[in-house]
Each structure stands twice: as C-alpha cells, then as structure tokens.
C-alpha cells in the first residue's frame, strides 16, 4: 500500500527549510509520496523544487496549482526545473481556480459555474493548458 500526505500550503511560518526538514523526516516514515498546495503561502512548484532536492525517494506532486495566473510555456518551464531537482519524482496537478473581475476573458468564473456551456468551456480551456 502506498500512502501520501499533503504539507504546507496554509502559512509561510514554517519556511523552506522547516518544511524540508518535514518532508525528510515523512520520507524516513515511510511515506510514498509528498503534495504541496498552491494555497495562501509558498508557491507549491518552487517548494516542491526545494524539497525535492532536499529528499532522496518521495515522490513530490503539487495539489493543485492554478492555470489562470500562469502562462503554459512559463508553467512547464518551472515544471522542468522542479522534475530535474526532484530526479524524476514531480508530479504536476494543476487546475482551474477561480477568476476575478479582472481575470482571463477568454475563460469562466467557475465559481459561477454549475454546468452547462460555461462547464464546458472551462473543461476546453485546462484541456488547451
């Protein structure tokens, strides 16, 4: 059986090298894999590249970073470097989000969306990504 656990994400307290000390230290428990949120604190893709540099056998995935604030060329040229510091063991789950008033016109509010052509466009829109 293969078991995960999900860290950081909540505050910046902690830092890099506190949360790399974690991840060290669930890896030496035995825990197979490691996800970082992209949520109010560090951003998951360039702390997963710490930790992954960090670690030796845990594979490392973010949990969820969105699509709307990125360029796709700038988001898989960060998912490169984090899959090269991790040697291979980076998983990159990305996801919609939500929009402001100022976001993406070319895309949905997807917190105004329960289905329909608006779910459909949002599905389109992270199937371009």
Do not use: K
């Amino acid at each position: 059986m293969r078991i995960g656990i999900t860290i950081g994400g909540t505050s910046t307290r902690t830092g890099l090298d506190g949360l790399s000390r974690r991840a060290r230290d669930l890896e030496s428990r035995g825990f197979s894999t490691l996800w970082i949120p992209n949520v109010f604190g560090h951003d998951a893709i360039t702390t997963s590249t710490v930790i992954g540099h960090e670690t030796q056998h845990i594979e490392i995935g973010t949990a969820v970073v969105p699509t709307f604030p990125r360029h796709p060329t700038a988001l898989a040229q960060q998912a490169l470097t984090a899959a090269a510091a991790c040697r291979g063991r980076f998983t990159l789950g990305i996801g919609l989000s939500f929009l402001s008033e100022e976001g993406d016109r070319r895309s949905v509010d997807i917190a105004l969306s329960m289905g329909g052509d608006s779910m459909n466009a949002a599905i389109g829109y992270t199937h371009e990504f």
